[in-house]
């Protein structure tokens, strides 16, 4: 099926093109970060986990929120899903890639990654999070494509597979859980150390993941001629309200827990993050500004999408809420998230930290990678719907 | 066969291109490297065949016995205790690495084991 | 209906499948992760709380400790200088200049920031101008240990937590999960800043984490760390056994009140500092 990648007209070639440039600043760079050392990002003693794990731990939600069309469309029988799960699979496949180039990117001795294979530690939620990351990632492929096989031969998919699809259910719940556990398991963050964590996760992701794909679809709708269908995109939106309402509601518990028990270590990253916390005289505040257009592009995001006018009216409008939501999680989960819980340090010491040029163009590239595998695995599944339907 | 003028070609430089280590190194063979052996000792930790096939093993060995499990015990040769160790055991002997160590592992092209990353050889 | 029923019980039946695949996870990690003795650990057997780093011993097993004397550091201002300058040449740690790339194993800081959790409004004097060493606790609950994804740092048998830096992959997990920042990354190639070499003990290289040893080679031969050493005789620094009732450090520890960073986080710190 990989033929219906090599054709495509202009703007699909012109698009990866624009990608493979992003890519290629991205490979110069990471060469440069692997020759030199780490030390060319602003990761620090204090702040030792940058844009890499924070983009990570983001892109696991991303991946994990496929689940929100296979779940219902496989479990609870909702036909209209149909057309559209496959786009979860596959937003899935290209997010845990970017995941695990993530990690790569993040390592300071990458060559020995094996050693998490070789030396496995049960006790390490790192441990635990590469198979889950793995089996996701190997699940989604081979459901996606031999659903998608199927599809094309105009037959029903083997029984054998629906093992596997129920299989990735509780697997998407599971790399999210992992990756969170990776966090409120740590004694001293406080910020971190919640088990409010695990589900604040899960509903970041099952609004970020679906918003993603809404977006996706409606720009499939312009350029590719394919078209989702009103109910299934109607049936998202409701999914994504619900689960982005439910993430602030959760942040807002965690507001109250800090500053109603009055626990310096418990207010401490909140105060960061969105007032500015202040030692010896001095202000720290670099994430301030990211934290309230988070909180301002959830309401954004909520009205446009809550508004029937603004929801079901127009495509555009529907698009800027679901990119609102989408960008307001990634401010706070991919960014707000693993910078602030370095805040402070266990010594009562404040570092800020300020990605470098050299690390912002390694981000930016493997979100490319992303999206490139992105758009070929879209047109190998569209091109075969349009084969079915002609 | 269909396109055989682009098949054919195109099969002739994948092979070309995944032989580039014969094409590129040909003719710069070398003869076996002499190495310096110690004078006054007789015999190394272990035989000259196995020592010579094994001796990475041996160290890595060496090294979780010492590093992860913290054995330090010693060993007897001819009478003589030697620790597990690198720097205190081999480079006592071997005292010059750019005699002993580095022309086999220039001959084989494993140039530079990371052992001396961290690791010192004894400066003359 | 028949459709409905049917996935009804594939979903059923691939729940169980998971329900009984994860307790058996479960099972596995708490087995691992030591859950299953948790009051105990390597050391002294405890009975929660209230007998924190307890009077129990284990015979047998080591568990080495360290007192460090806050009235010494006040008495001799210079010590804290050199027990640090000991420890940095002795074990070849870099002496980076860029604060972000730092490495450090033991160094001087303020109370409030090493007892951030006792620390008040009214302090004494003493206190306030107060620098005091740190260095990595070897908690015998290390939090480290347990996040560490390729076991390449580790509780050894005399209860040193110990790196090794051949298997470090470098994902800096550790330092997230040190709650008392006692952790460095080697960000930057750090052969450089070594100004005085000390050929007998190996250096570190780009990309791994270190801290502290206990300079476990030298009490592996009965040798003291070279931070306690550098102290001569003034009893600044001891170190000992805890899990011997007739070493000179439990004999401190039953003669003085002593204090631990950061108790309440059940890591169970084998330093201890008499204010």
């Known amino acids: ?31 440069r970060q692997y020759f030199v050392g780490l030390t060319i990002t602003g990761m620090s003693r204090d702040v030792s986990w940058g844009l890499y794990i924070s983009q990570f731990t983001f892109l696991v939600g991303v991946a994990a929120g496929g689940v929100m069309l296979v779940l219902p469309y496989y479990i609870h029988n909702f036909k209209a899903f149909g057309r559209i799960t496959i786009l979860g699979e596959f937003l ?146 409701t999914i994504i309200i619900y689960a982005a309402i439910a993430n602030v509601f959760f942040l807002a518990m965690e507001f109250f827990v800090g500053f109603y028990s009055n626990i ?37 995001g909520l009205a446009l999408l809550s508004n029937p006018g603004t929801r079901r009216g127009n495509d555009l409008w529907l698009g800027l809420g679901c990119a609102s939501i989408f960008t307001a999680f990634w401010l706070d989960k991919g960014l707000g998230f693993v910078l602030g819980g370095f805040v402070p340090s266990p010594l009562e010491e404040i570092t800020e930290y300020y990605p470098t040029l050299n690390e912002i163009f390694i981000t930016i590239g493997i979100w490319a ?22 | 066969m269909y396109d055989s003028g682009k098949i054919i070609p195109g099969l002739l430089i994948f092979v070309l291109f995944v032989t580039i280590p014969i094409w590129y190194n040909r003719g710069t063979a070398q003869a076996v490297p002499e190495i310096v052996l110690p004078k006054d000792v007789e015999s190394c930790v272990l035989p000259l065949a196995a020592i010579r096939s094994d001796h990475m093993k041996l160290l890595m060995t060496w090294r979780d016995d010492v590093l992860r499990d913290g054995d330090r015990s010693t060993f007897e040769i001819e009478g003589k205790q030697y620790q597990k160790s690198l720097t205190l055991t081999c480079l006592q002997c071997h005292a010059n690495k750019e005699q002993f160590c580095d022309p086999c592992h220039t001959y084989v092209a494993v140039r530079q084991p990371n052992c001396w990353d961290c690791h010192f050889a004894p400066v003359e | ?14 729940t169980t499948l998971a329900g009984l695949g994860g307790t058996a996870v479960v099972g596995r990690l708490v087995a691992s992760s030591g859950l299953a003795q948790a009051a105990g650990g390597q050391g002294a057997a405890q009975a929660g709380q209230a007998n924190l780093n307890g009077n129990q011993t284990n015979p047998g ?125 080697n960000y930057i190639e750090p052969a450089p800043y070594i100004s005085n070499l000390n050929q007998n003990k190996p250096r570190r290289m780009r990309g791994v984490v270190e801290k502290c040893n206990f300079c476990v080679g030298r009490i592996e031969v009965g040798q003291l760390p070279a931070c306690v050493e550098a102290c001569g005789e003034s009893k600044a620094l001891v170190f000992g056994d ?11 520890l039953r003669e003085n009140h002593t204090i631990l960073r950061n108790p309440s986080l059940g890591t169970l710190p084998s330093v201890f500092y008499i204010v």
């Open chain 1, 369 to 390: 990678t992303g999206f490139f595998i992105l758009t070929i695995l879209y047109k190998i599944a569209i091109g075969v719907e349009h084969e079915v339907e002609a």
């Open chain 1, 92 to 237: 899935a496949i290209s997010a845990l890639i970017m995941c695990l180039m993530f990690i790569m990117a993040d390592l300071g001795q990458p060559l020995r990654g094996l050693n998490v294979v070789l030396f496995p530690s049960p006790g390490s939620m790192l441990f635990w999070d590469m198979i889950v990351l793995w089996g996701y990632l190997i699940l989604n492929i081979l459901c996606g494509w031999v659903v998608l096989t199927s599809e094309r031969n105009q037959i029903a998919p083997p029984k054998w597979i629906y093992f596997f699809i129920y299989l990735s259910i509780p697997f998407a719940f599971s790399i999210h859980t992992v990756t969170a556990m990776l966090y409120c398991g740590l004694p001293g963050r406080h910020f971190w150390l919640t088990a409010i964590t695990v589900p604040r996760f899960l509903a970041s992701a099952f609004a970020a993941g679906p918003a993603l794909i809404v977006i996706m679809a409606l720009i499939l709708k312009r350029v590719a001629n394919f078209d989702a269908g009103k109910e299934a995109i109607d049936k998202i939106v």
């Open chain 3, 242 to 252: 805890l899990n011997d009732p007739d070493s000179e450090i439990r004999k401190l």
């Open chain 3, 61 to 185: 097993v080591k568990r080495y400790g360290m007192i460090i004397n806050l009235k010494s550091f006040r008495d001799d201002p210079t010590l804290g200088e050199k027990i640090v300058e000991a420890c940095h040449s002795y074990n070849n740690v870099p002496d980076v200049p860029n604060p972000k790339d730092e490495i450090k194993w033991i160094w001087m800081t303020r109370y409030e920031n090493a007892f951030h959790e006792n620390y008040h409004l009214y302090r004494d004097e003493a206190t306030e101008k107060q620098e005091l060493p740190v260095l990595c606790n070897h908690c015998d609950k290390p939090p480290c240990v347990r996040v560490c994804p390729t076991k390449a740092t580790f509780r050894n048998r005399d209860g040193v937590v110990v790196m090794d830096y051949h298997r470090c992959i470098g994902c800096r997990f550790c330092m997230a999960a040190c709650p008392y920042g006692m952790r460095s990354f």
């Open chain 1, 264 to 300: 310096p270590g418990h207010m401490h990253t909140i105060e960061y993050l969105f007032f500015g916390l202040e030692h010896h005289g001095n202000v720290y505040n670099n994430l301030v500004p990211f934290m309230w257009a988070f909180i301002a592009l959830f309401f954004v």
């Open chain 3, 1 to 14: 209906m028949d459709i409905k029923r049917r996935n009804f019980l594939k979903v059923a039946g691939i």
């Open chain 1, 1 to 31: 099926m990989f033929e219906k990648a090599l054709k495509g007209n202009n703007y699909y070639w012109m698009w990866l093109a624009f990608l493979g440039f992003f890519i290629a600043v991205a490979v110069v760079a990471y060469l």
